[in-house]
């Protein structure tokens, strides 16, 4: 790792197989905390590029628990993290949404390291038992419409600097790479970045690996819909920017996304929103996220028609459901 750290420190860049090699010798504990501490910090000062990207995408995917879950529409909902903003868990929530409107959701999701709350935080505090055992995932997502992939029960490098991740305390590559790893590849995503550098990396990354995608990006900083300005929206099909009206009907203030102090109090959220007790600026936010990755199957002749399904699942308690089934099922 000296040697690898001495060339980074030189400015240099690393190529697709000694990304991929570096991140392999991570999983398989060859460097020291501290080694490794350092090789995530150059990322810190510095964007990633392509290639790293790449190599490191190749070394967790060539590692991870394959999971074959007998559906081939699936969707998976995630935003990179590491916007600082502390939302409310938008993502996981338009994810039961999905799931409420008849969409199969596969969710590939990890502990908060740089917020309070994430996805598997608030997944465990509501009672999911993380697991890789792929009957039970398929089971989940035939049963519930949805199921829910712990990051480091599938990647053991996620497993082996999560400690490391979680003191630094902010964004780290390792954002950028969750949700290009999901070990189920689902056929469709709708990933949220927190900033335009970010939604161009991802942009060509994407279109190089020919996936079917949506990149969202409020202009204001979220990895999300936010609803607070307007949306930047990228596909395989070109780029637009859409207005709070357009995308949610109403615009919102950054003040009531707040997601609560600790896990307990973002569960506590989470349940009073998908119960349909959420407040209008809460539910105009979920809705969006959910409508705009319905929109990202092509199952709908417009974003309108996608969104008035969200409404609907929120609305008649189908997302609900969804939810009380999955925690029945463990």
């Known amino acids: 790792m000296k040697k690898v750290l001495q060339y980074l420190f030189e400015h240099k860049t690393l190529t697709r197989t000694q990304a991929m090699e570096v991140l392999l010798n991570i999983s398989n504990e060859k460097y020291n905390e501290h080694e490794i501490t350092s090789f995530i910090t150059v990322y810190l000062m510095r964007s990633i590029t392509i290639d790293e990207l790449l190599g490191f995408r190749d070394a967790l995917l060539s590692l991870a628990v394959k999971v074959n879950l007998g559906v081939d529409n699936a969707i998976d909902i995630v935003g990179t993290g590491g916007d ?31 917020s309070v ?17 792929e009957a039970a995932l398929s089971k989940e997502v035939n049963e519930a419409g949805i199921c829910f992939l712990h990051a480091p029960l599938f990647h053991p490098a996620l497993k ?14 390792f ?18 970045v927190y900033n335009l550098e970010m939604a161009r990396i991802y942009n060509y990354v994407l279109q190089l690996l020919d996936k079917e995608f949506t990149l969202i990006h409020s202009l204001d900083g ?12 990228i596909t395989n099909k070109g780029e637009s920017i859409k207005t709070p ?29 998908i119960e349909g007790k959420g407040s209008w600026s809460q539910n105009a936010v979920v809705l969006a996220n959910a409508a705009m990755a319905l929109h990202v199957t092509g199952k709908y002749q417009n974003y309108d028609a996608a969104f008035q399904a969200a409404v ?14 999955l925690i029945s099922l463990q």
């Open 222 to 233: 979220y990895d999300e819909i936010s609803l607070t300005t307007d949306t930047k929206i």
């Open 245 to 273: 009206y357009e995308l949610g009907k109403k615009k919102v203030f950054a003040s009531e996304l707040h997601g609560g102090a600790t896990v307990q109090e973002a569960a506590a959220i989470f349940k009073t929103i």
């Open 117 to 133: 709350s994430g996805a598997s935080n608030v997944m465990e505090q509501l009672g999911y038992t993380f697991k890789n055992k």
């Open 84 to 114: 600082g903003k502390d939302t409310f868990n938008i993502s996981t929530l338009a994810c039961f949404i999905v799931a409420g409107a008849g969409q199969p959701v596969v969710k590939h999701g990890n502990y908060g390291a740089s």
């Open 160 to 173: 082996a600097v999560g400690p490391m991740r979680r003191n630094i305390g902010v964004r780290t590559f």
């Open 312 to 325: 609907t699942s929120l609305e008649t308690g189908a997302a609900n459901q969804c939810l009380q089934k």
């Open 175 to 192: 954002n950028m790479l969750g949700p290009i790893v999901n070990p189920a590849q689902p056929k469709f995503q709708l990933i949220g």
